[in-house]
């Protein structure tokens, strides 16, 4: 990359005599040219691999929840809710975008809680309770083996969304900020969302009374600036509640929507 | 579309410049002097601006920094300093002038991307 022109004065009057020799500037570009095709086809491979697994992840995830719903779209709501609570709470529209993706594979892990613990009627024994909490770092454990930051972000909701902000959850007890906030957004609406659910063993709460015991827990489950953001934003956030139940946007929409 | 500017007055360096944004989807302008690229500069108001510090005229990298950092039209606009120099003290006169990033010549292609996403995500 020797040049003669670095040997001319700054004050040379044609400043486009400053230039390469023409064979080296030629063979230069065709190198660049012919990285910028390797640099596009690396990224659009790239990006099919990552939607590809994603699309897995996302189909798994929604096995691990059959339990508790059959349609898949709580795990769709979760990705939405969690986008629209972190944009509410300040953060970046690329930030919000990136828990909408990742919050759906929260409850991946419980694909390897046994049906007995998962589907049992009433009570869990100390020892089932200790199984089932496995599936946190279950979760963190399928999804963290990538490298890719979507899947990185998945992984640290699935370990933390059964942190408590007063330090008395699982798996690690984490406190206040300690807990990453996605894992702090992503129990809130996964909180939210679950009692305004039909279950098998109860009906829905009503919105008003999920809100209640929301509030209830602010400062204990939860972190109590995000449970006030939610509070603030209760109407628009279940109006996109009933949106996503109505519409069920496909696992493709939830990857590609801007 | 992000707006981009280059003034960098070496015309083989400007087009490797301009032939590695276009591996993505950018608007590009170009400008050979500081003082053409502070005309362009005020008529584009682009969204990141890569500004090589030491040019012909009367204008350096530095001055074309300065006058965007103070301008109230240009709040948005990023400025990458192309330097060639290696001295710190080159590094701090230019983040003195109110650049956000610096890269060092000669450039590596993937950085000035990198450099760029990383402008766009702040």
């Known amino acids: 990359m020797t040049s003669v022109p670095s040997l001319e004065p700054a004050s040379l009057p044609s400043f486009d005599a400053r230039c390469f020799d023409e064979a080296a500037a030629a063979q230069m570009e065709r190198f660049v040219r012919d990285f910028g095709r390797m640099y596009r086809e690396r990224n659009e491979a790239l990006r099919e691999v990552t939607r590809a697994h994603h699309a897995a992840l996302l189909q798994l995830s929604a096995a691990a929840d059959l339990k508790d719903d059959d349609t898949g779209v709580h795990i769709v709501r979760i990705g939405y809710l969690a986008e629209a609570l972190a944009l509410a709470l300040g953060q970046t529209a690329g930030y919000a975008r990136m828990l909408r993706k990742a919050a759906p594979m929260h409850d991946i892990g419980k694909i390897g809680t046994p049906d ?11 020892e089932e309770r200790k199984t089932m909490n496995c599936h946190a770092a279950m979760g963190a454990e399928i999804l963290g083996r990538s490298h890719i930051p979507v899947f990185r972000m998945a992984a640290e909701v699935a370990l933390t969304h059964h942190e408590r902000y007063d330090g008395q959850g699982y798996p690690a007890g984490l406190s206040g900020d300690a807990i990453p906030l996605s894992g702090r957004i992503t129990a809130v609406v996964d909180f939210f969302d679950a009692l305004t659910m039909d279950r098998v063993y109860r009906p829905a709460f009503s919105v008003p009374e999920a809100l209640e015991m929301l509030a209830a827990e602010r400062g204990h489950a939860f972190d109590p600036v995000i449970v006030d953001t939610f509070l603030a934003h209760a109407e628009a956030i279940d109006a996109l509640r009933c949106r996503i139940t109505r519409e069920c946007p496909s696992f493709d929409a939830l990857i590609d929507a801007p | 579309m992000k707006k981009i500017l280059i003034v960098e007055d070496h015309i083989d360096i400007r087009k490797l410049l301009k032939m590695t944004l276009e591996f993505d989807d950018f608007e590009i302008h170009e400008a050979a002097t500081g003082d053409a690229g502070w005309v362009l500069a005020s008529e584009l108001q682009p969204d990141i601006v890569l500004l090589d510090v030491m040019m012909p005229g009367t204008l350096t990298g530095l001055d074309v920094c300065r006058r965007i950092k103070s301008d109230p039209g240009m709040r948005h606009t990023k400025v ?21 990033d610096y890269l060092m010549k000669p450039f590596s292609t993937l950085q000035v991307l990198e450099t760029i996403y990383r402008m766009e995500a702040a």
């Open chain 1, 116 to 126: 007995s613990v998962l589907k049992k009627p009433g009570k869990l024994t100390p």
């Open chain 2, 80 to 100: 990458i300093m192309l330097t060639a120099r290696v001295q710190s003290d080159d590094r701090a006169a230019g983040f003195t002038a109110g650049a956000d």
